[in-house]
């Protein structure tokens, strides 16, 4: 991988700015380290230490391709729900555990090896590590996805995204009671100061704009309905956090809930249009039923 030092890179050192170019590749900087201190990772050509100070126009070039599958291979074992198909898309319902794609830390077992198996055609734009991957949910993320058959369809899908007309709508339980029944969070995401496997509300960053309203209330936890203005990594783990109520479950950015095998959130519901027939699809699907199970405990308000 090849980067050039822009002005917001500038004066800051490798390894750290290194921790966001290769964000989606989940590198600790740890691995990070251990790049730079072997030469898999050099400024203008030349070997230097993870604490090496960038100037803007410099080139800095990583080899992680031994860190790295070389490409994600077919694996018919891996379970999740297709919701629909055509010629150039299918929605799925990805459930809790099931990681996206394969990365440093996942190597096989991933969403994208088992659509390999499943489905004859995917968009190549990504690369074949994502094929087809126009948007992702987190490993203890469930619910609805959509992933490109074609780079007309990528294309198409990842605009929508972008210019905010493909919806994509949440469920989430969170601790407490939030002071306003409804609202819009709307900042700056970047990466945890303190722990870069973290992200958080940050006065730099991507800018993060999410919208949410109460639908339930419980003795001790609000239902909340999340819809997604941005799609950035944590987004609305983040921003739950950020307004003092955590996602039950999510041992992140709140606490591990016995019983529980990660957060209570739900990606139950995806509208956008059509790439080839331009006609608006629109997809719900049901709460798991460990979600389900964990509301039938609980006493409403």
């Known amino acids: 991988m090849e980067f050039i030092v822009t002005e917001k890179y500038a004066k800051r050192r490798l390894d750290i ?8 590749e989940n590198f600790t900087r740890a691995h990070i380290k251990n790049l730079i201190d072997k030469g898999e990772c050099t400024v203008d050509g030349e070997k230097v230490k ?12 990583c080899t992680i391709d031994k860190m790295l599958p070389l490409d994600a291979t077919p694996e018919d074992n891996i379970d999740f729900e297709v919701v629909y198909e055509d010629a150039d898309l299918i929605v799925i319902n990805k459930p809790q555990g099931l990681v996206v794609h394969p990365c440093s830390s996942t190597k096989s077992g991933t969403l994208v090896n088992g659509l390999l198996s499943k489905v004859q055609d995917l968009s190549g734009i990504n690369g074949v590590l994502r094929p087809g991957i126009v948007h992702r949910l987190d490993k203890n993320t469930s619910g609805l996805m959509v992933v490109a058959k074609n780079d007309l369809s990528h294309v198409s899908l990842a605009e929508q995204i972008k210019n905010k007309t493909c919806k994509r709508k949440y469920l989430a339980l969170l601790e407490g009671h939030l002071k306003e029944n409804s609202g819009r969070i709307e900042g700056y995401i970047d990466r945890n100061k303190k722990d870069r496997k973290k992200m958080a509300v940050s006065s730099q960053g991507k800018l993060a704009i999410t919208d949410y309203k109460v639908v339930k209330s419980y003795t001790t936890c609000d239902l909340v309905e999340f819809s997604l203005q941005t799609g950035r990594t944590h987004q609305i783990r983040v921003h739950a956090k950020s307004l003092g109520h955590s996602v039950i479950g999510d041992d992140v950015y709140g606490k591990a809930e016995k019983g529980l095998s990660g957060q209570l959130l739900h990606s139950y519901s995806l509208k956008f249009i059509h790439p ?25 308000l």
């Open 50 to 61: 993870a604490g090496f100070t960038l100037k803007e126009g410099q080139t800095i070039i």
């Open 17 to 24: 700015v290194l921790s966001e170019l290769l964000q989606e």
């Open 276 to 300: 080839r027939t331009q006609k608006e699809m629109s997809f719900e699907i049901d709460l798991p039923e460990y979600f389900k199970n964990y509301l039938k405990k609980l006493k409403e």
